[in-house]
């Protein structure tokens, strides 16, 4: 199933502008009914529309497989899930808006100029046409034979389903844009435009730093409350957080450095002090029972090899030692075991699988029927191999099938199964053989092979610098003693004791319920405080105290704000606002002094506050004034009469008062239709991302995750 197999081998290609999954409680259901009734998985809605958990878990699945694929943790995506399929129901319900259906004629008509389909030559003929109905045979056999693969298929429409509406819905919207004549003329006359200006600017930050002004809540609340779209805010927590990581001490280096010594040249208590790793008779099982890190008994280029290493491995001699010597947080001693050249082989393969092995997901025939077919197959591609594709159809590695059954260059430090490697080093180029693994029976056909650089059996004797149990009472003892010291506190007090004790602290301000990771700390416990700040029975100052598996470090956080949905707390917007509050009640006081000294001239404004008259030329379309972006000087320079004082202007990096002298025009090449045309292309482009931001501002979007897991949390 070649076009499936695309789909299924690149799950990353499921993402393009529209995604879909929500968050997955791992509860147990019949709970959820004792405390919710009938209706326990509406999770929310979008202007009435529910969003259900189980589309919740295929978003937030989908984001998973994608973190997974790049390497990325797949922890903490839940709440990118939840805007995605908010989005999505968003997307749909203008799609529907605008009168068009998701029939199945639609899906099938369409899908052709969906991104995952559109960029890949192997859903289209040698003409060009796409390969509708060999698409869908294979669906309807999936439906036969594989139910859980076509249920994933199943998934996979449904995001190819929105991320259709969505072109759709943008295609027709963006062909609405248009530039009136008039409305171009206005934009050449603002660009052709100029004004020859002098003027005197009050910079904010020279000001303020002769003038001291002090911004309250309230300054910062006024200022919330003219601009409330700006700060309409979801449900956060400002949590204090102080974190005591539990450190390898010097004496814990030391410790290990001795160890380590003692293993290389002086000899284990297991021997009676006779074997170490210079002498051992057997290095795998030395390293395997006496290393923090397990015995690899693969080949490695001098690249794959310890960093300290990697320049002395060429010239070394089999048996010969390095070390020991430290990376990171391990101490490591190495002894070169073998080297050799590494060929690269490539080859391909068709997979028979049978029922209960790792690729036998829906296979119903026995390890005997999967033998005898694959030597059948084996025999007839041995004796032909320009048959080998023709047995394609029937590999359980979807994948490689895609590839004509390809594996591209391999290398015996590739991880294939041992069984896949030995056939590969053992066999030239054009043989053909079955070989058995847990997988199933591999048919392998060896396309060409060649030689390759040196590579190197290294064994590694790793020893990890760990915090000793000392290290850790004391630890645990500096934090146990800090949250005695700052229980009943205020923030301020928390946060000076923090600093006085030098110890680790941070302040996620706006931290939501579902964020999964707290800004500035990143353990396995973020989730947890999160759950902790967002209880119901938590209050402003509450503090608790927290121990991360595995590690020892502690934490200890602090609630020191509760954000419900509405207007954000000024104080956990005051970073953001606070420089921009600051200026304006600065331009106030400007402007007070400037009406109350009765100037009636730059030179007496200049005076006023030691700075200097400038001379400036501006337009409207560029509104450059000495350096800064500055559109209510260049409106102002244009709105006052020649040769007339302005009102002082509230800039954006200062205070502003001038003098126009005159005005030009500098008539610019290009005709009025070229004009209007790059207008219209420019708006269309910066349309999609605005249009999207605006029907989420104006949405009646609700969520009941919070009201949900509080519940669920109470009834665990």
Do not use: C
Not at 196 to 222: C, G, P, R, S, W
Request: charged content about 25%; cysteine-free; glycine content about 8%.
């Amino acid at each position: 199933m070649a076009i499936l197999g695309q789909i299924r081998s690149k799950p990353w290609l499921l993402m393009g502008v529209i995604a879909l999954a929500l968050l997955a409680f791992l509860v147990n259901p019949d709970s959820i009914d004792k405390v919710f009734g009938k209706n326990p998985d509406v999770l929310g809605k979008v202007n009435g529309e529910k969003v259900t958990r189980e589309e919740f878990n295929d978003q937030l699945f989908v984001l998973q497989q994608q973190a997974e694929q790049q390497g990325r943790p797949k922890t903490g995506l839940e709440e990118q899930a939840w805007q995605l399929l908010v989005q999505s129901k968003l997307i749909k319900q203008q799609f529907e808006k605008l009168g068009f259906e998701m029939t199945d004629d639609y899906f099938w008509n369409q899908i052709q100029y969906d991104q995952m389909f559109a960029q890949n030559k192997q859903f289209f003929d040698e003409k060009g046409n796409f390969k509708t109905q060999e698409l869908k045979k294979e669906i309807e056999t999936l439906k036969n034979t594989n139910p859980e693969q076509y249920n994933q298929w199943l998934k996979t429409r449904k995001t190819v389903e929105y991320r259709l509406m969505a072109r759709q819905v943008f295609t027709n919207i963006s062909a609405g844009i248009t530039t009136g004549k008039k409305e171009a003329e206005e934009i050449m006359k603002q660009r052709d435009q100029l004004a020859d200006i002098d003027f005197v600017k009050i910079d904010y930050a020279a000001y303020l730093q002769k003038t001291k002004i002090n911004v309250t809540t309230a300054d910062l609340e006024n200022y919330i409350k003219q601009h409330p779209v700006m700060f309409k805010a979801e449900p956060s927590r400002n949590i204090g957080v102080v974190y005591f990581p539990s450190k390898p001490s010097p004496a814990d280096d030391a410790a290990t450095q001795k160890e380590i010594n003692k293993l290389f040249s002086g000899g284990t208590d297991a021997s009676g002090g006779t074997e170490n790793f210079q002498n051992t008779k057997n290095d795998s099982m030395f390293v395997m029972a006496n290393s923090d890190m397990p015995f690899n008994n693969q080949y490695s280029a001098p690249t794959q090899l310890p960093q300290t290493i990697q320049g002395q491995i060429a010239t070394a001699a089999i048996g010969q030692t390095f070390g020991p010597y430290k990376e990171q947080n391990f101490y490591v001693v190495s002894k070169l075991l073998d080297k050799k050249t590494s060929d690269s082989t490539l080859s391909r393969h068709i997979l028979i699988a049978f029922k209960g092995s790792p690729a036998g997901e829906g296979v119903t025939r026995s390890k005997e029927q999967a033998k005898k077919l694959a030597d059948s197959i084996g025999a007839i591609v041995k004796a032909t191999p320009a048959r080998f594709t023709e047995f394609l159809k029937l590999s359980n590695d979807p994948s490689s099938a895609a590839q004509a059954g390809s594996l591209g260059w391999t290398t015996p430090e590739t991880p294939f199964v041992p069984e896949f490697l030995t056939y590969l080093a053992n066999n030239p180029k054009g043989a053909t053989g079955v070989v058995e693994t847990q997988f199933g029976y591999h048919i392998i056909n060896i396309e060409d092979k060649k030689a390759g650089a040196m590579s190197y059996k290294v064994a590694n004797l790793v020893k990890e610098v760990k915090p000793s149990e000392a290290t850790e009472a004391e630890s645990d003892k500096q934090a146990r003693r800090f949250i005695q010291q700052v229980q009943g506190k205020s923030f301020n007090d928390f946060v000076n004791i923090a600093k006085k004790g030098n110890y680790q602290f941070s302040n996620p301000k706006t931290a939501k319920r579902f964020d999964g990771q707290l800004q500035g700390l990143g353990t396995d416990k973020d989730g947890e405080i999160l759950a902790w700040a967002f209880d119901k029975k938590r209050s402003k100052g509450d503090t608790e105290f927290f121990t991360v598996e595995g590690t020892g470090d502690k934490i200890v956080a602090y609630l020191n704000g509760k954000q419900e949905a509405g207007l954000a707390d000024p104080e956990s917007v005051r970073d953001q606002i606070e420089v921009i509050v600051k200026n304006k009640l600065a331009a106030k006081q400007i402007s007070d002094k400037i009406a109350g000294a009765k100037a009636s001239n730059l030179d007496q404004i200049a005076k006023l506050f030691a700075s200097t008259k400038q001379a400036a030329q501006v337009n409207m379309l560029n509104p450059t004034v000495a350096g800064a972006m500055e559109p209510k000087v260049a409106g102002a320079a244009f709105g006052v009469a020649k040769g007339k004082l302005s009102n002082p202007i509230e800039g954006g990096t200062g205070v502003y008062v001038l003098i126009k002298k005159s005005e030009t025009v500098n008539k610019q090449p290009g005709d009025l239709k070229q004009f209007t045309e790059s207008i219209t292309q420019r708006s269309a482009g910066m349309f999609g991302q605005a249009w999207m931001k605006s029907l989420q501002d104006n949405a009646d979007i609700e969520d009941y995750r919070i009201e949900i897991w509080s519940k669920i949390g109470n009834q665990q």
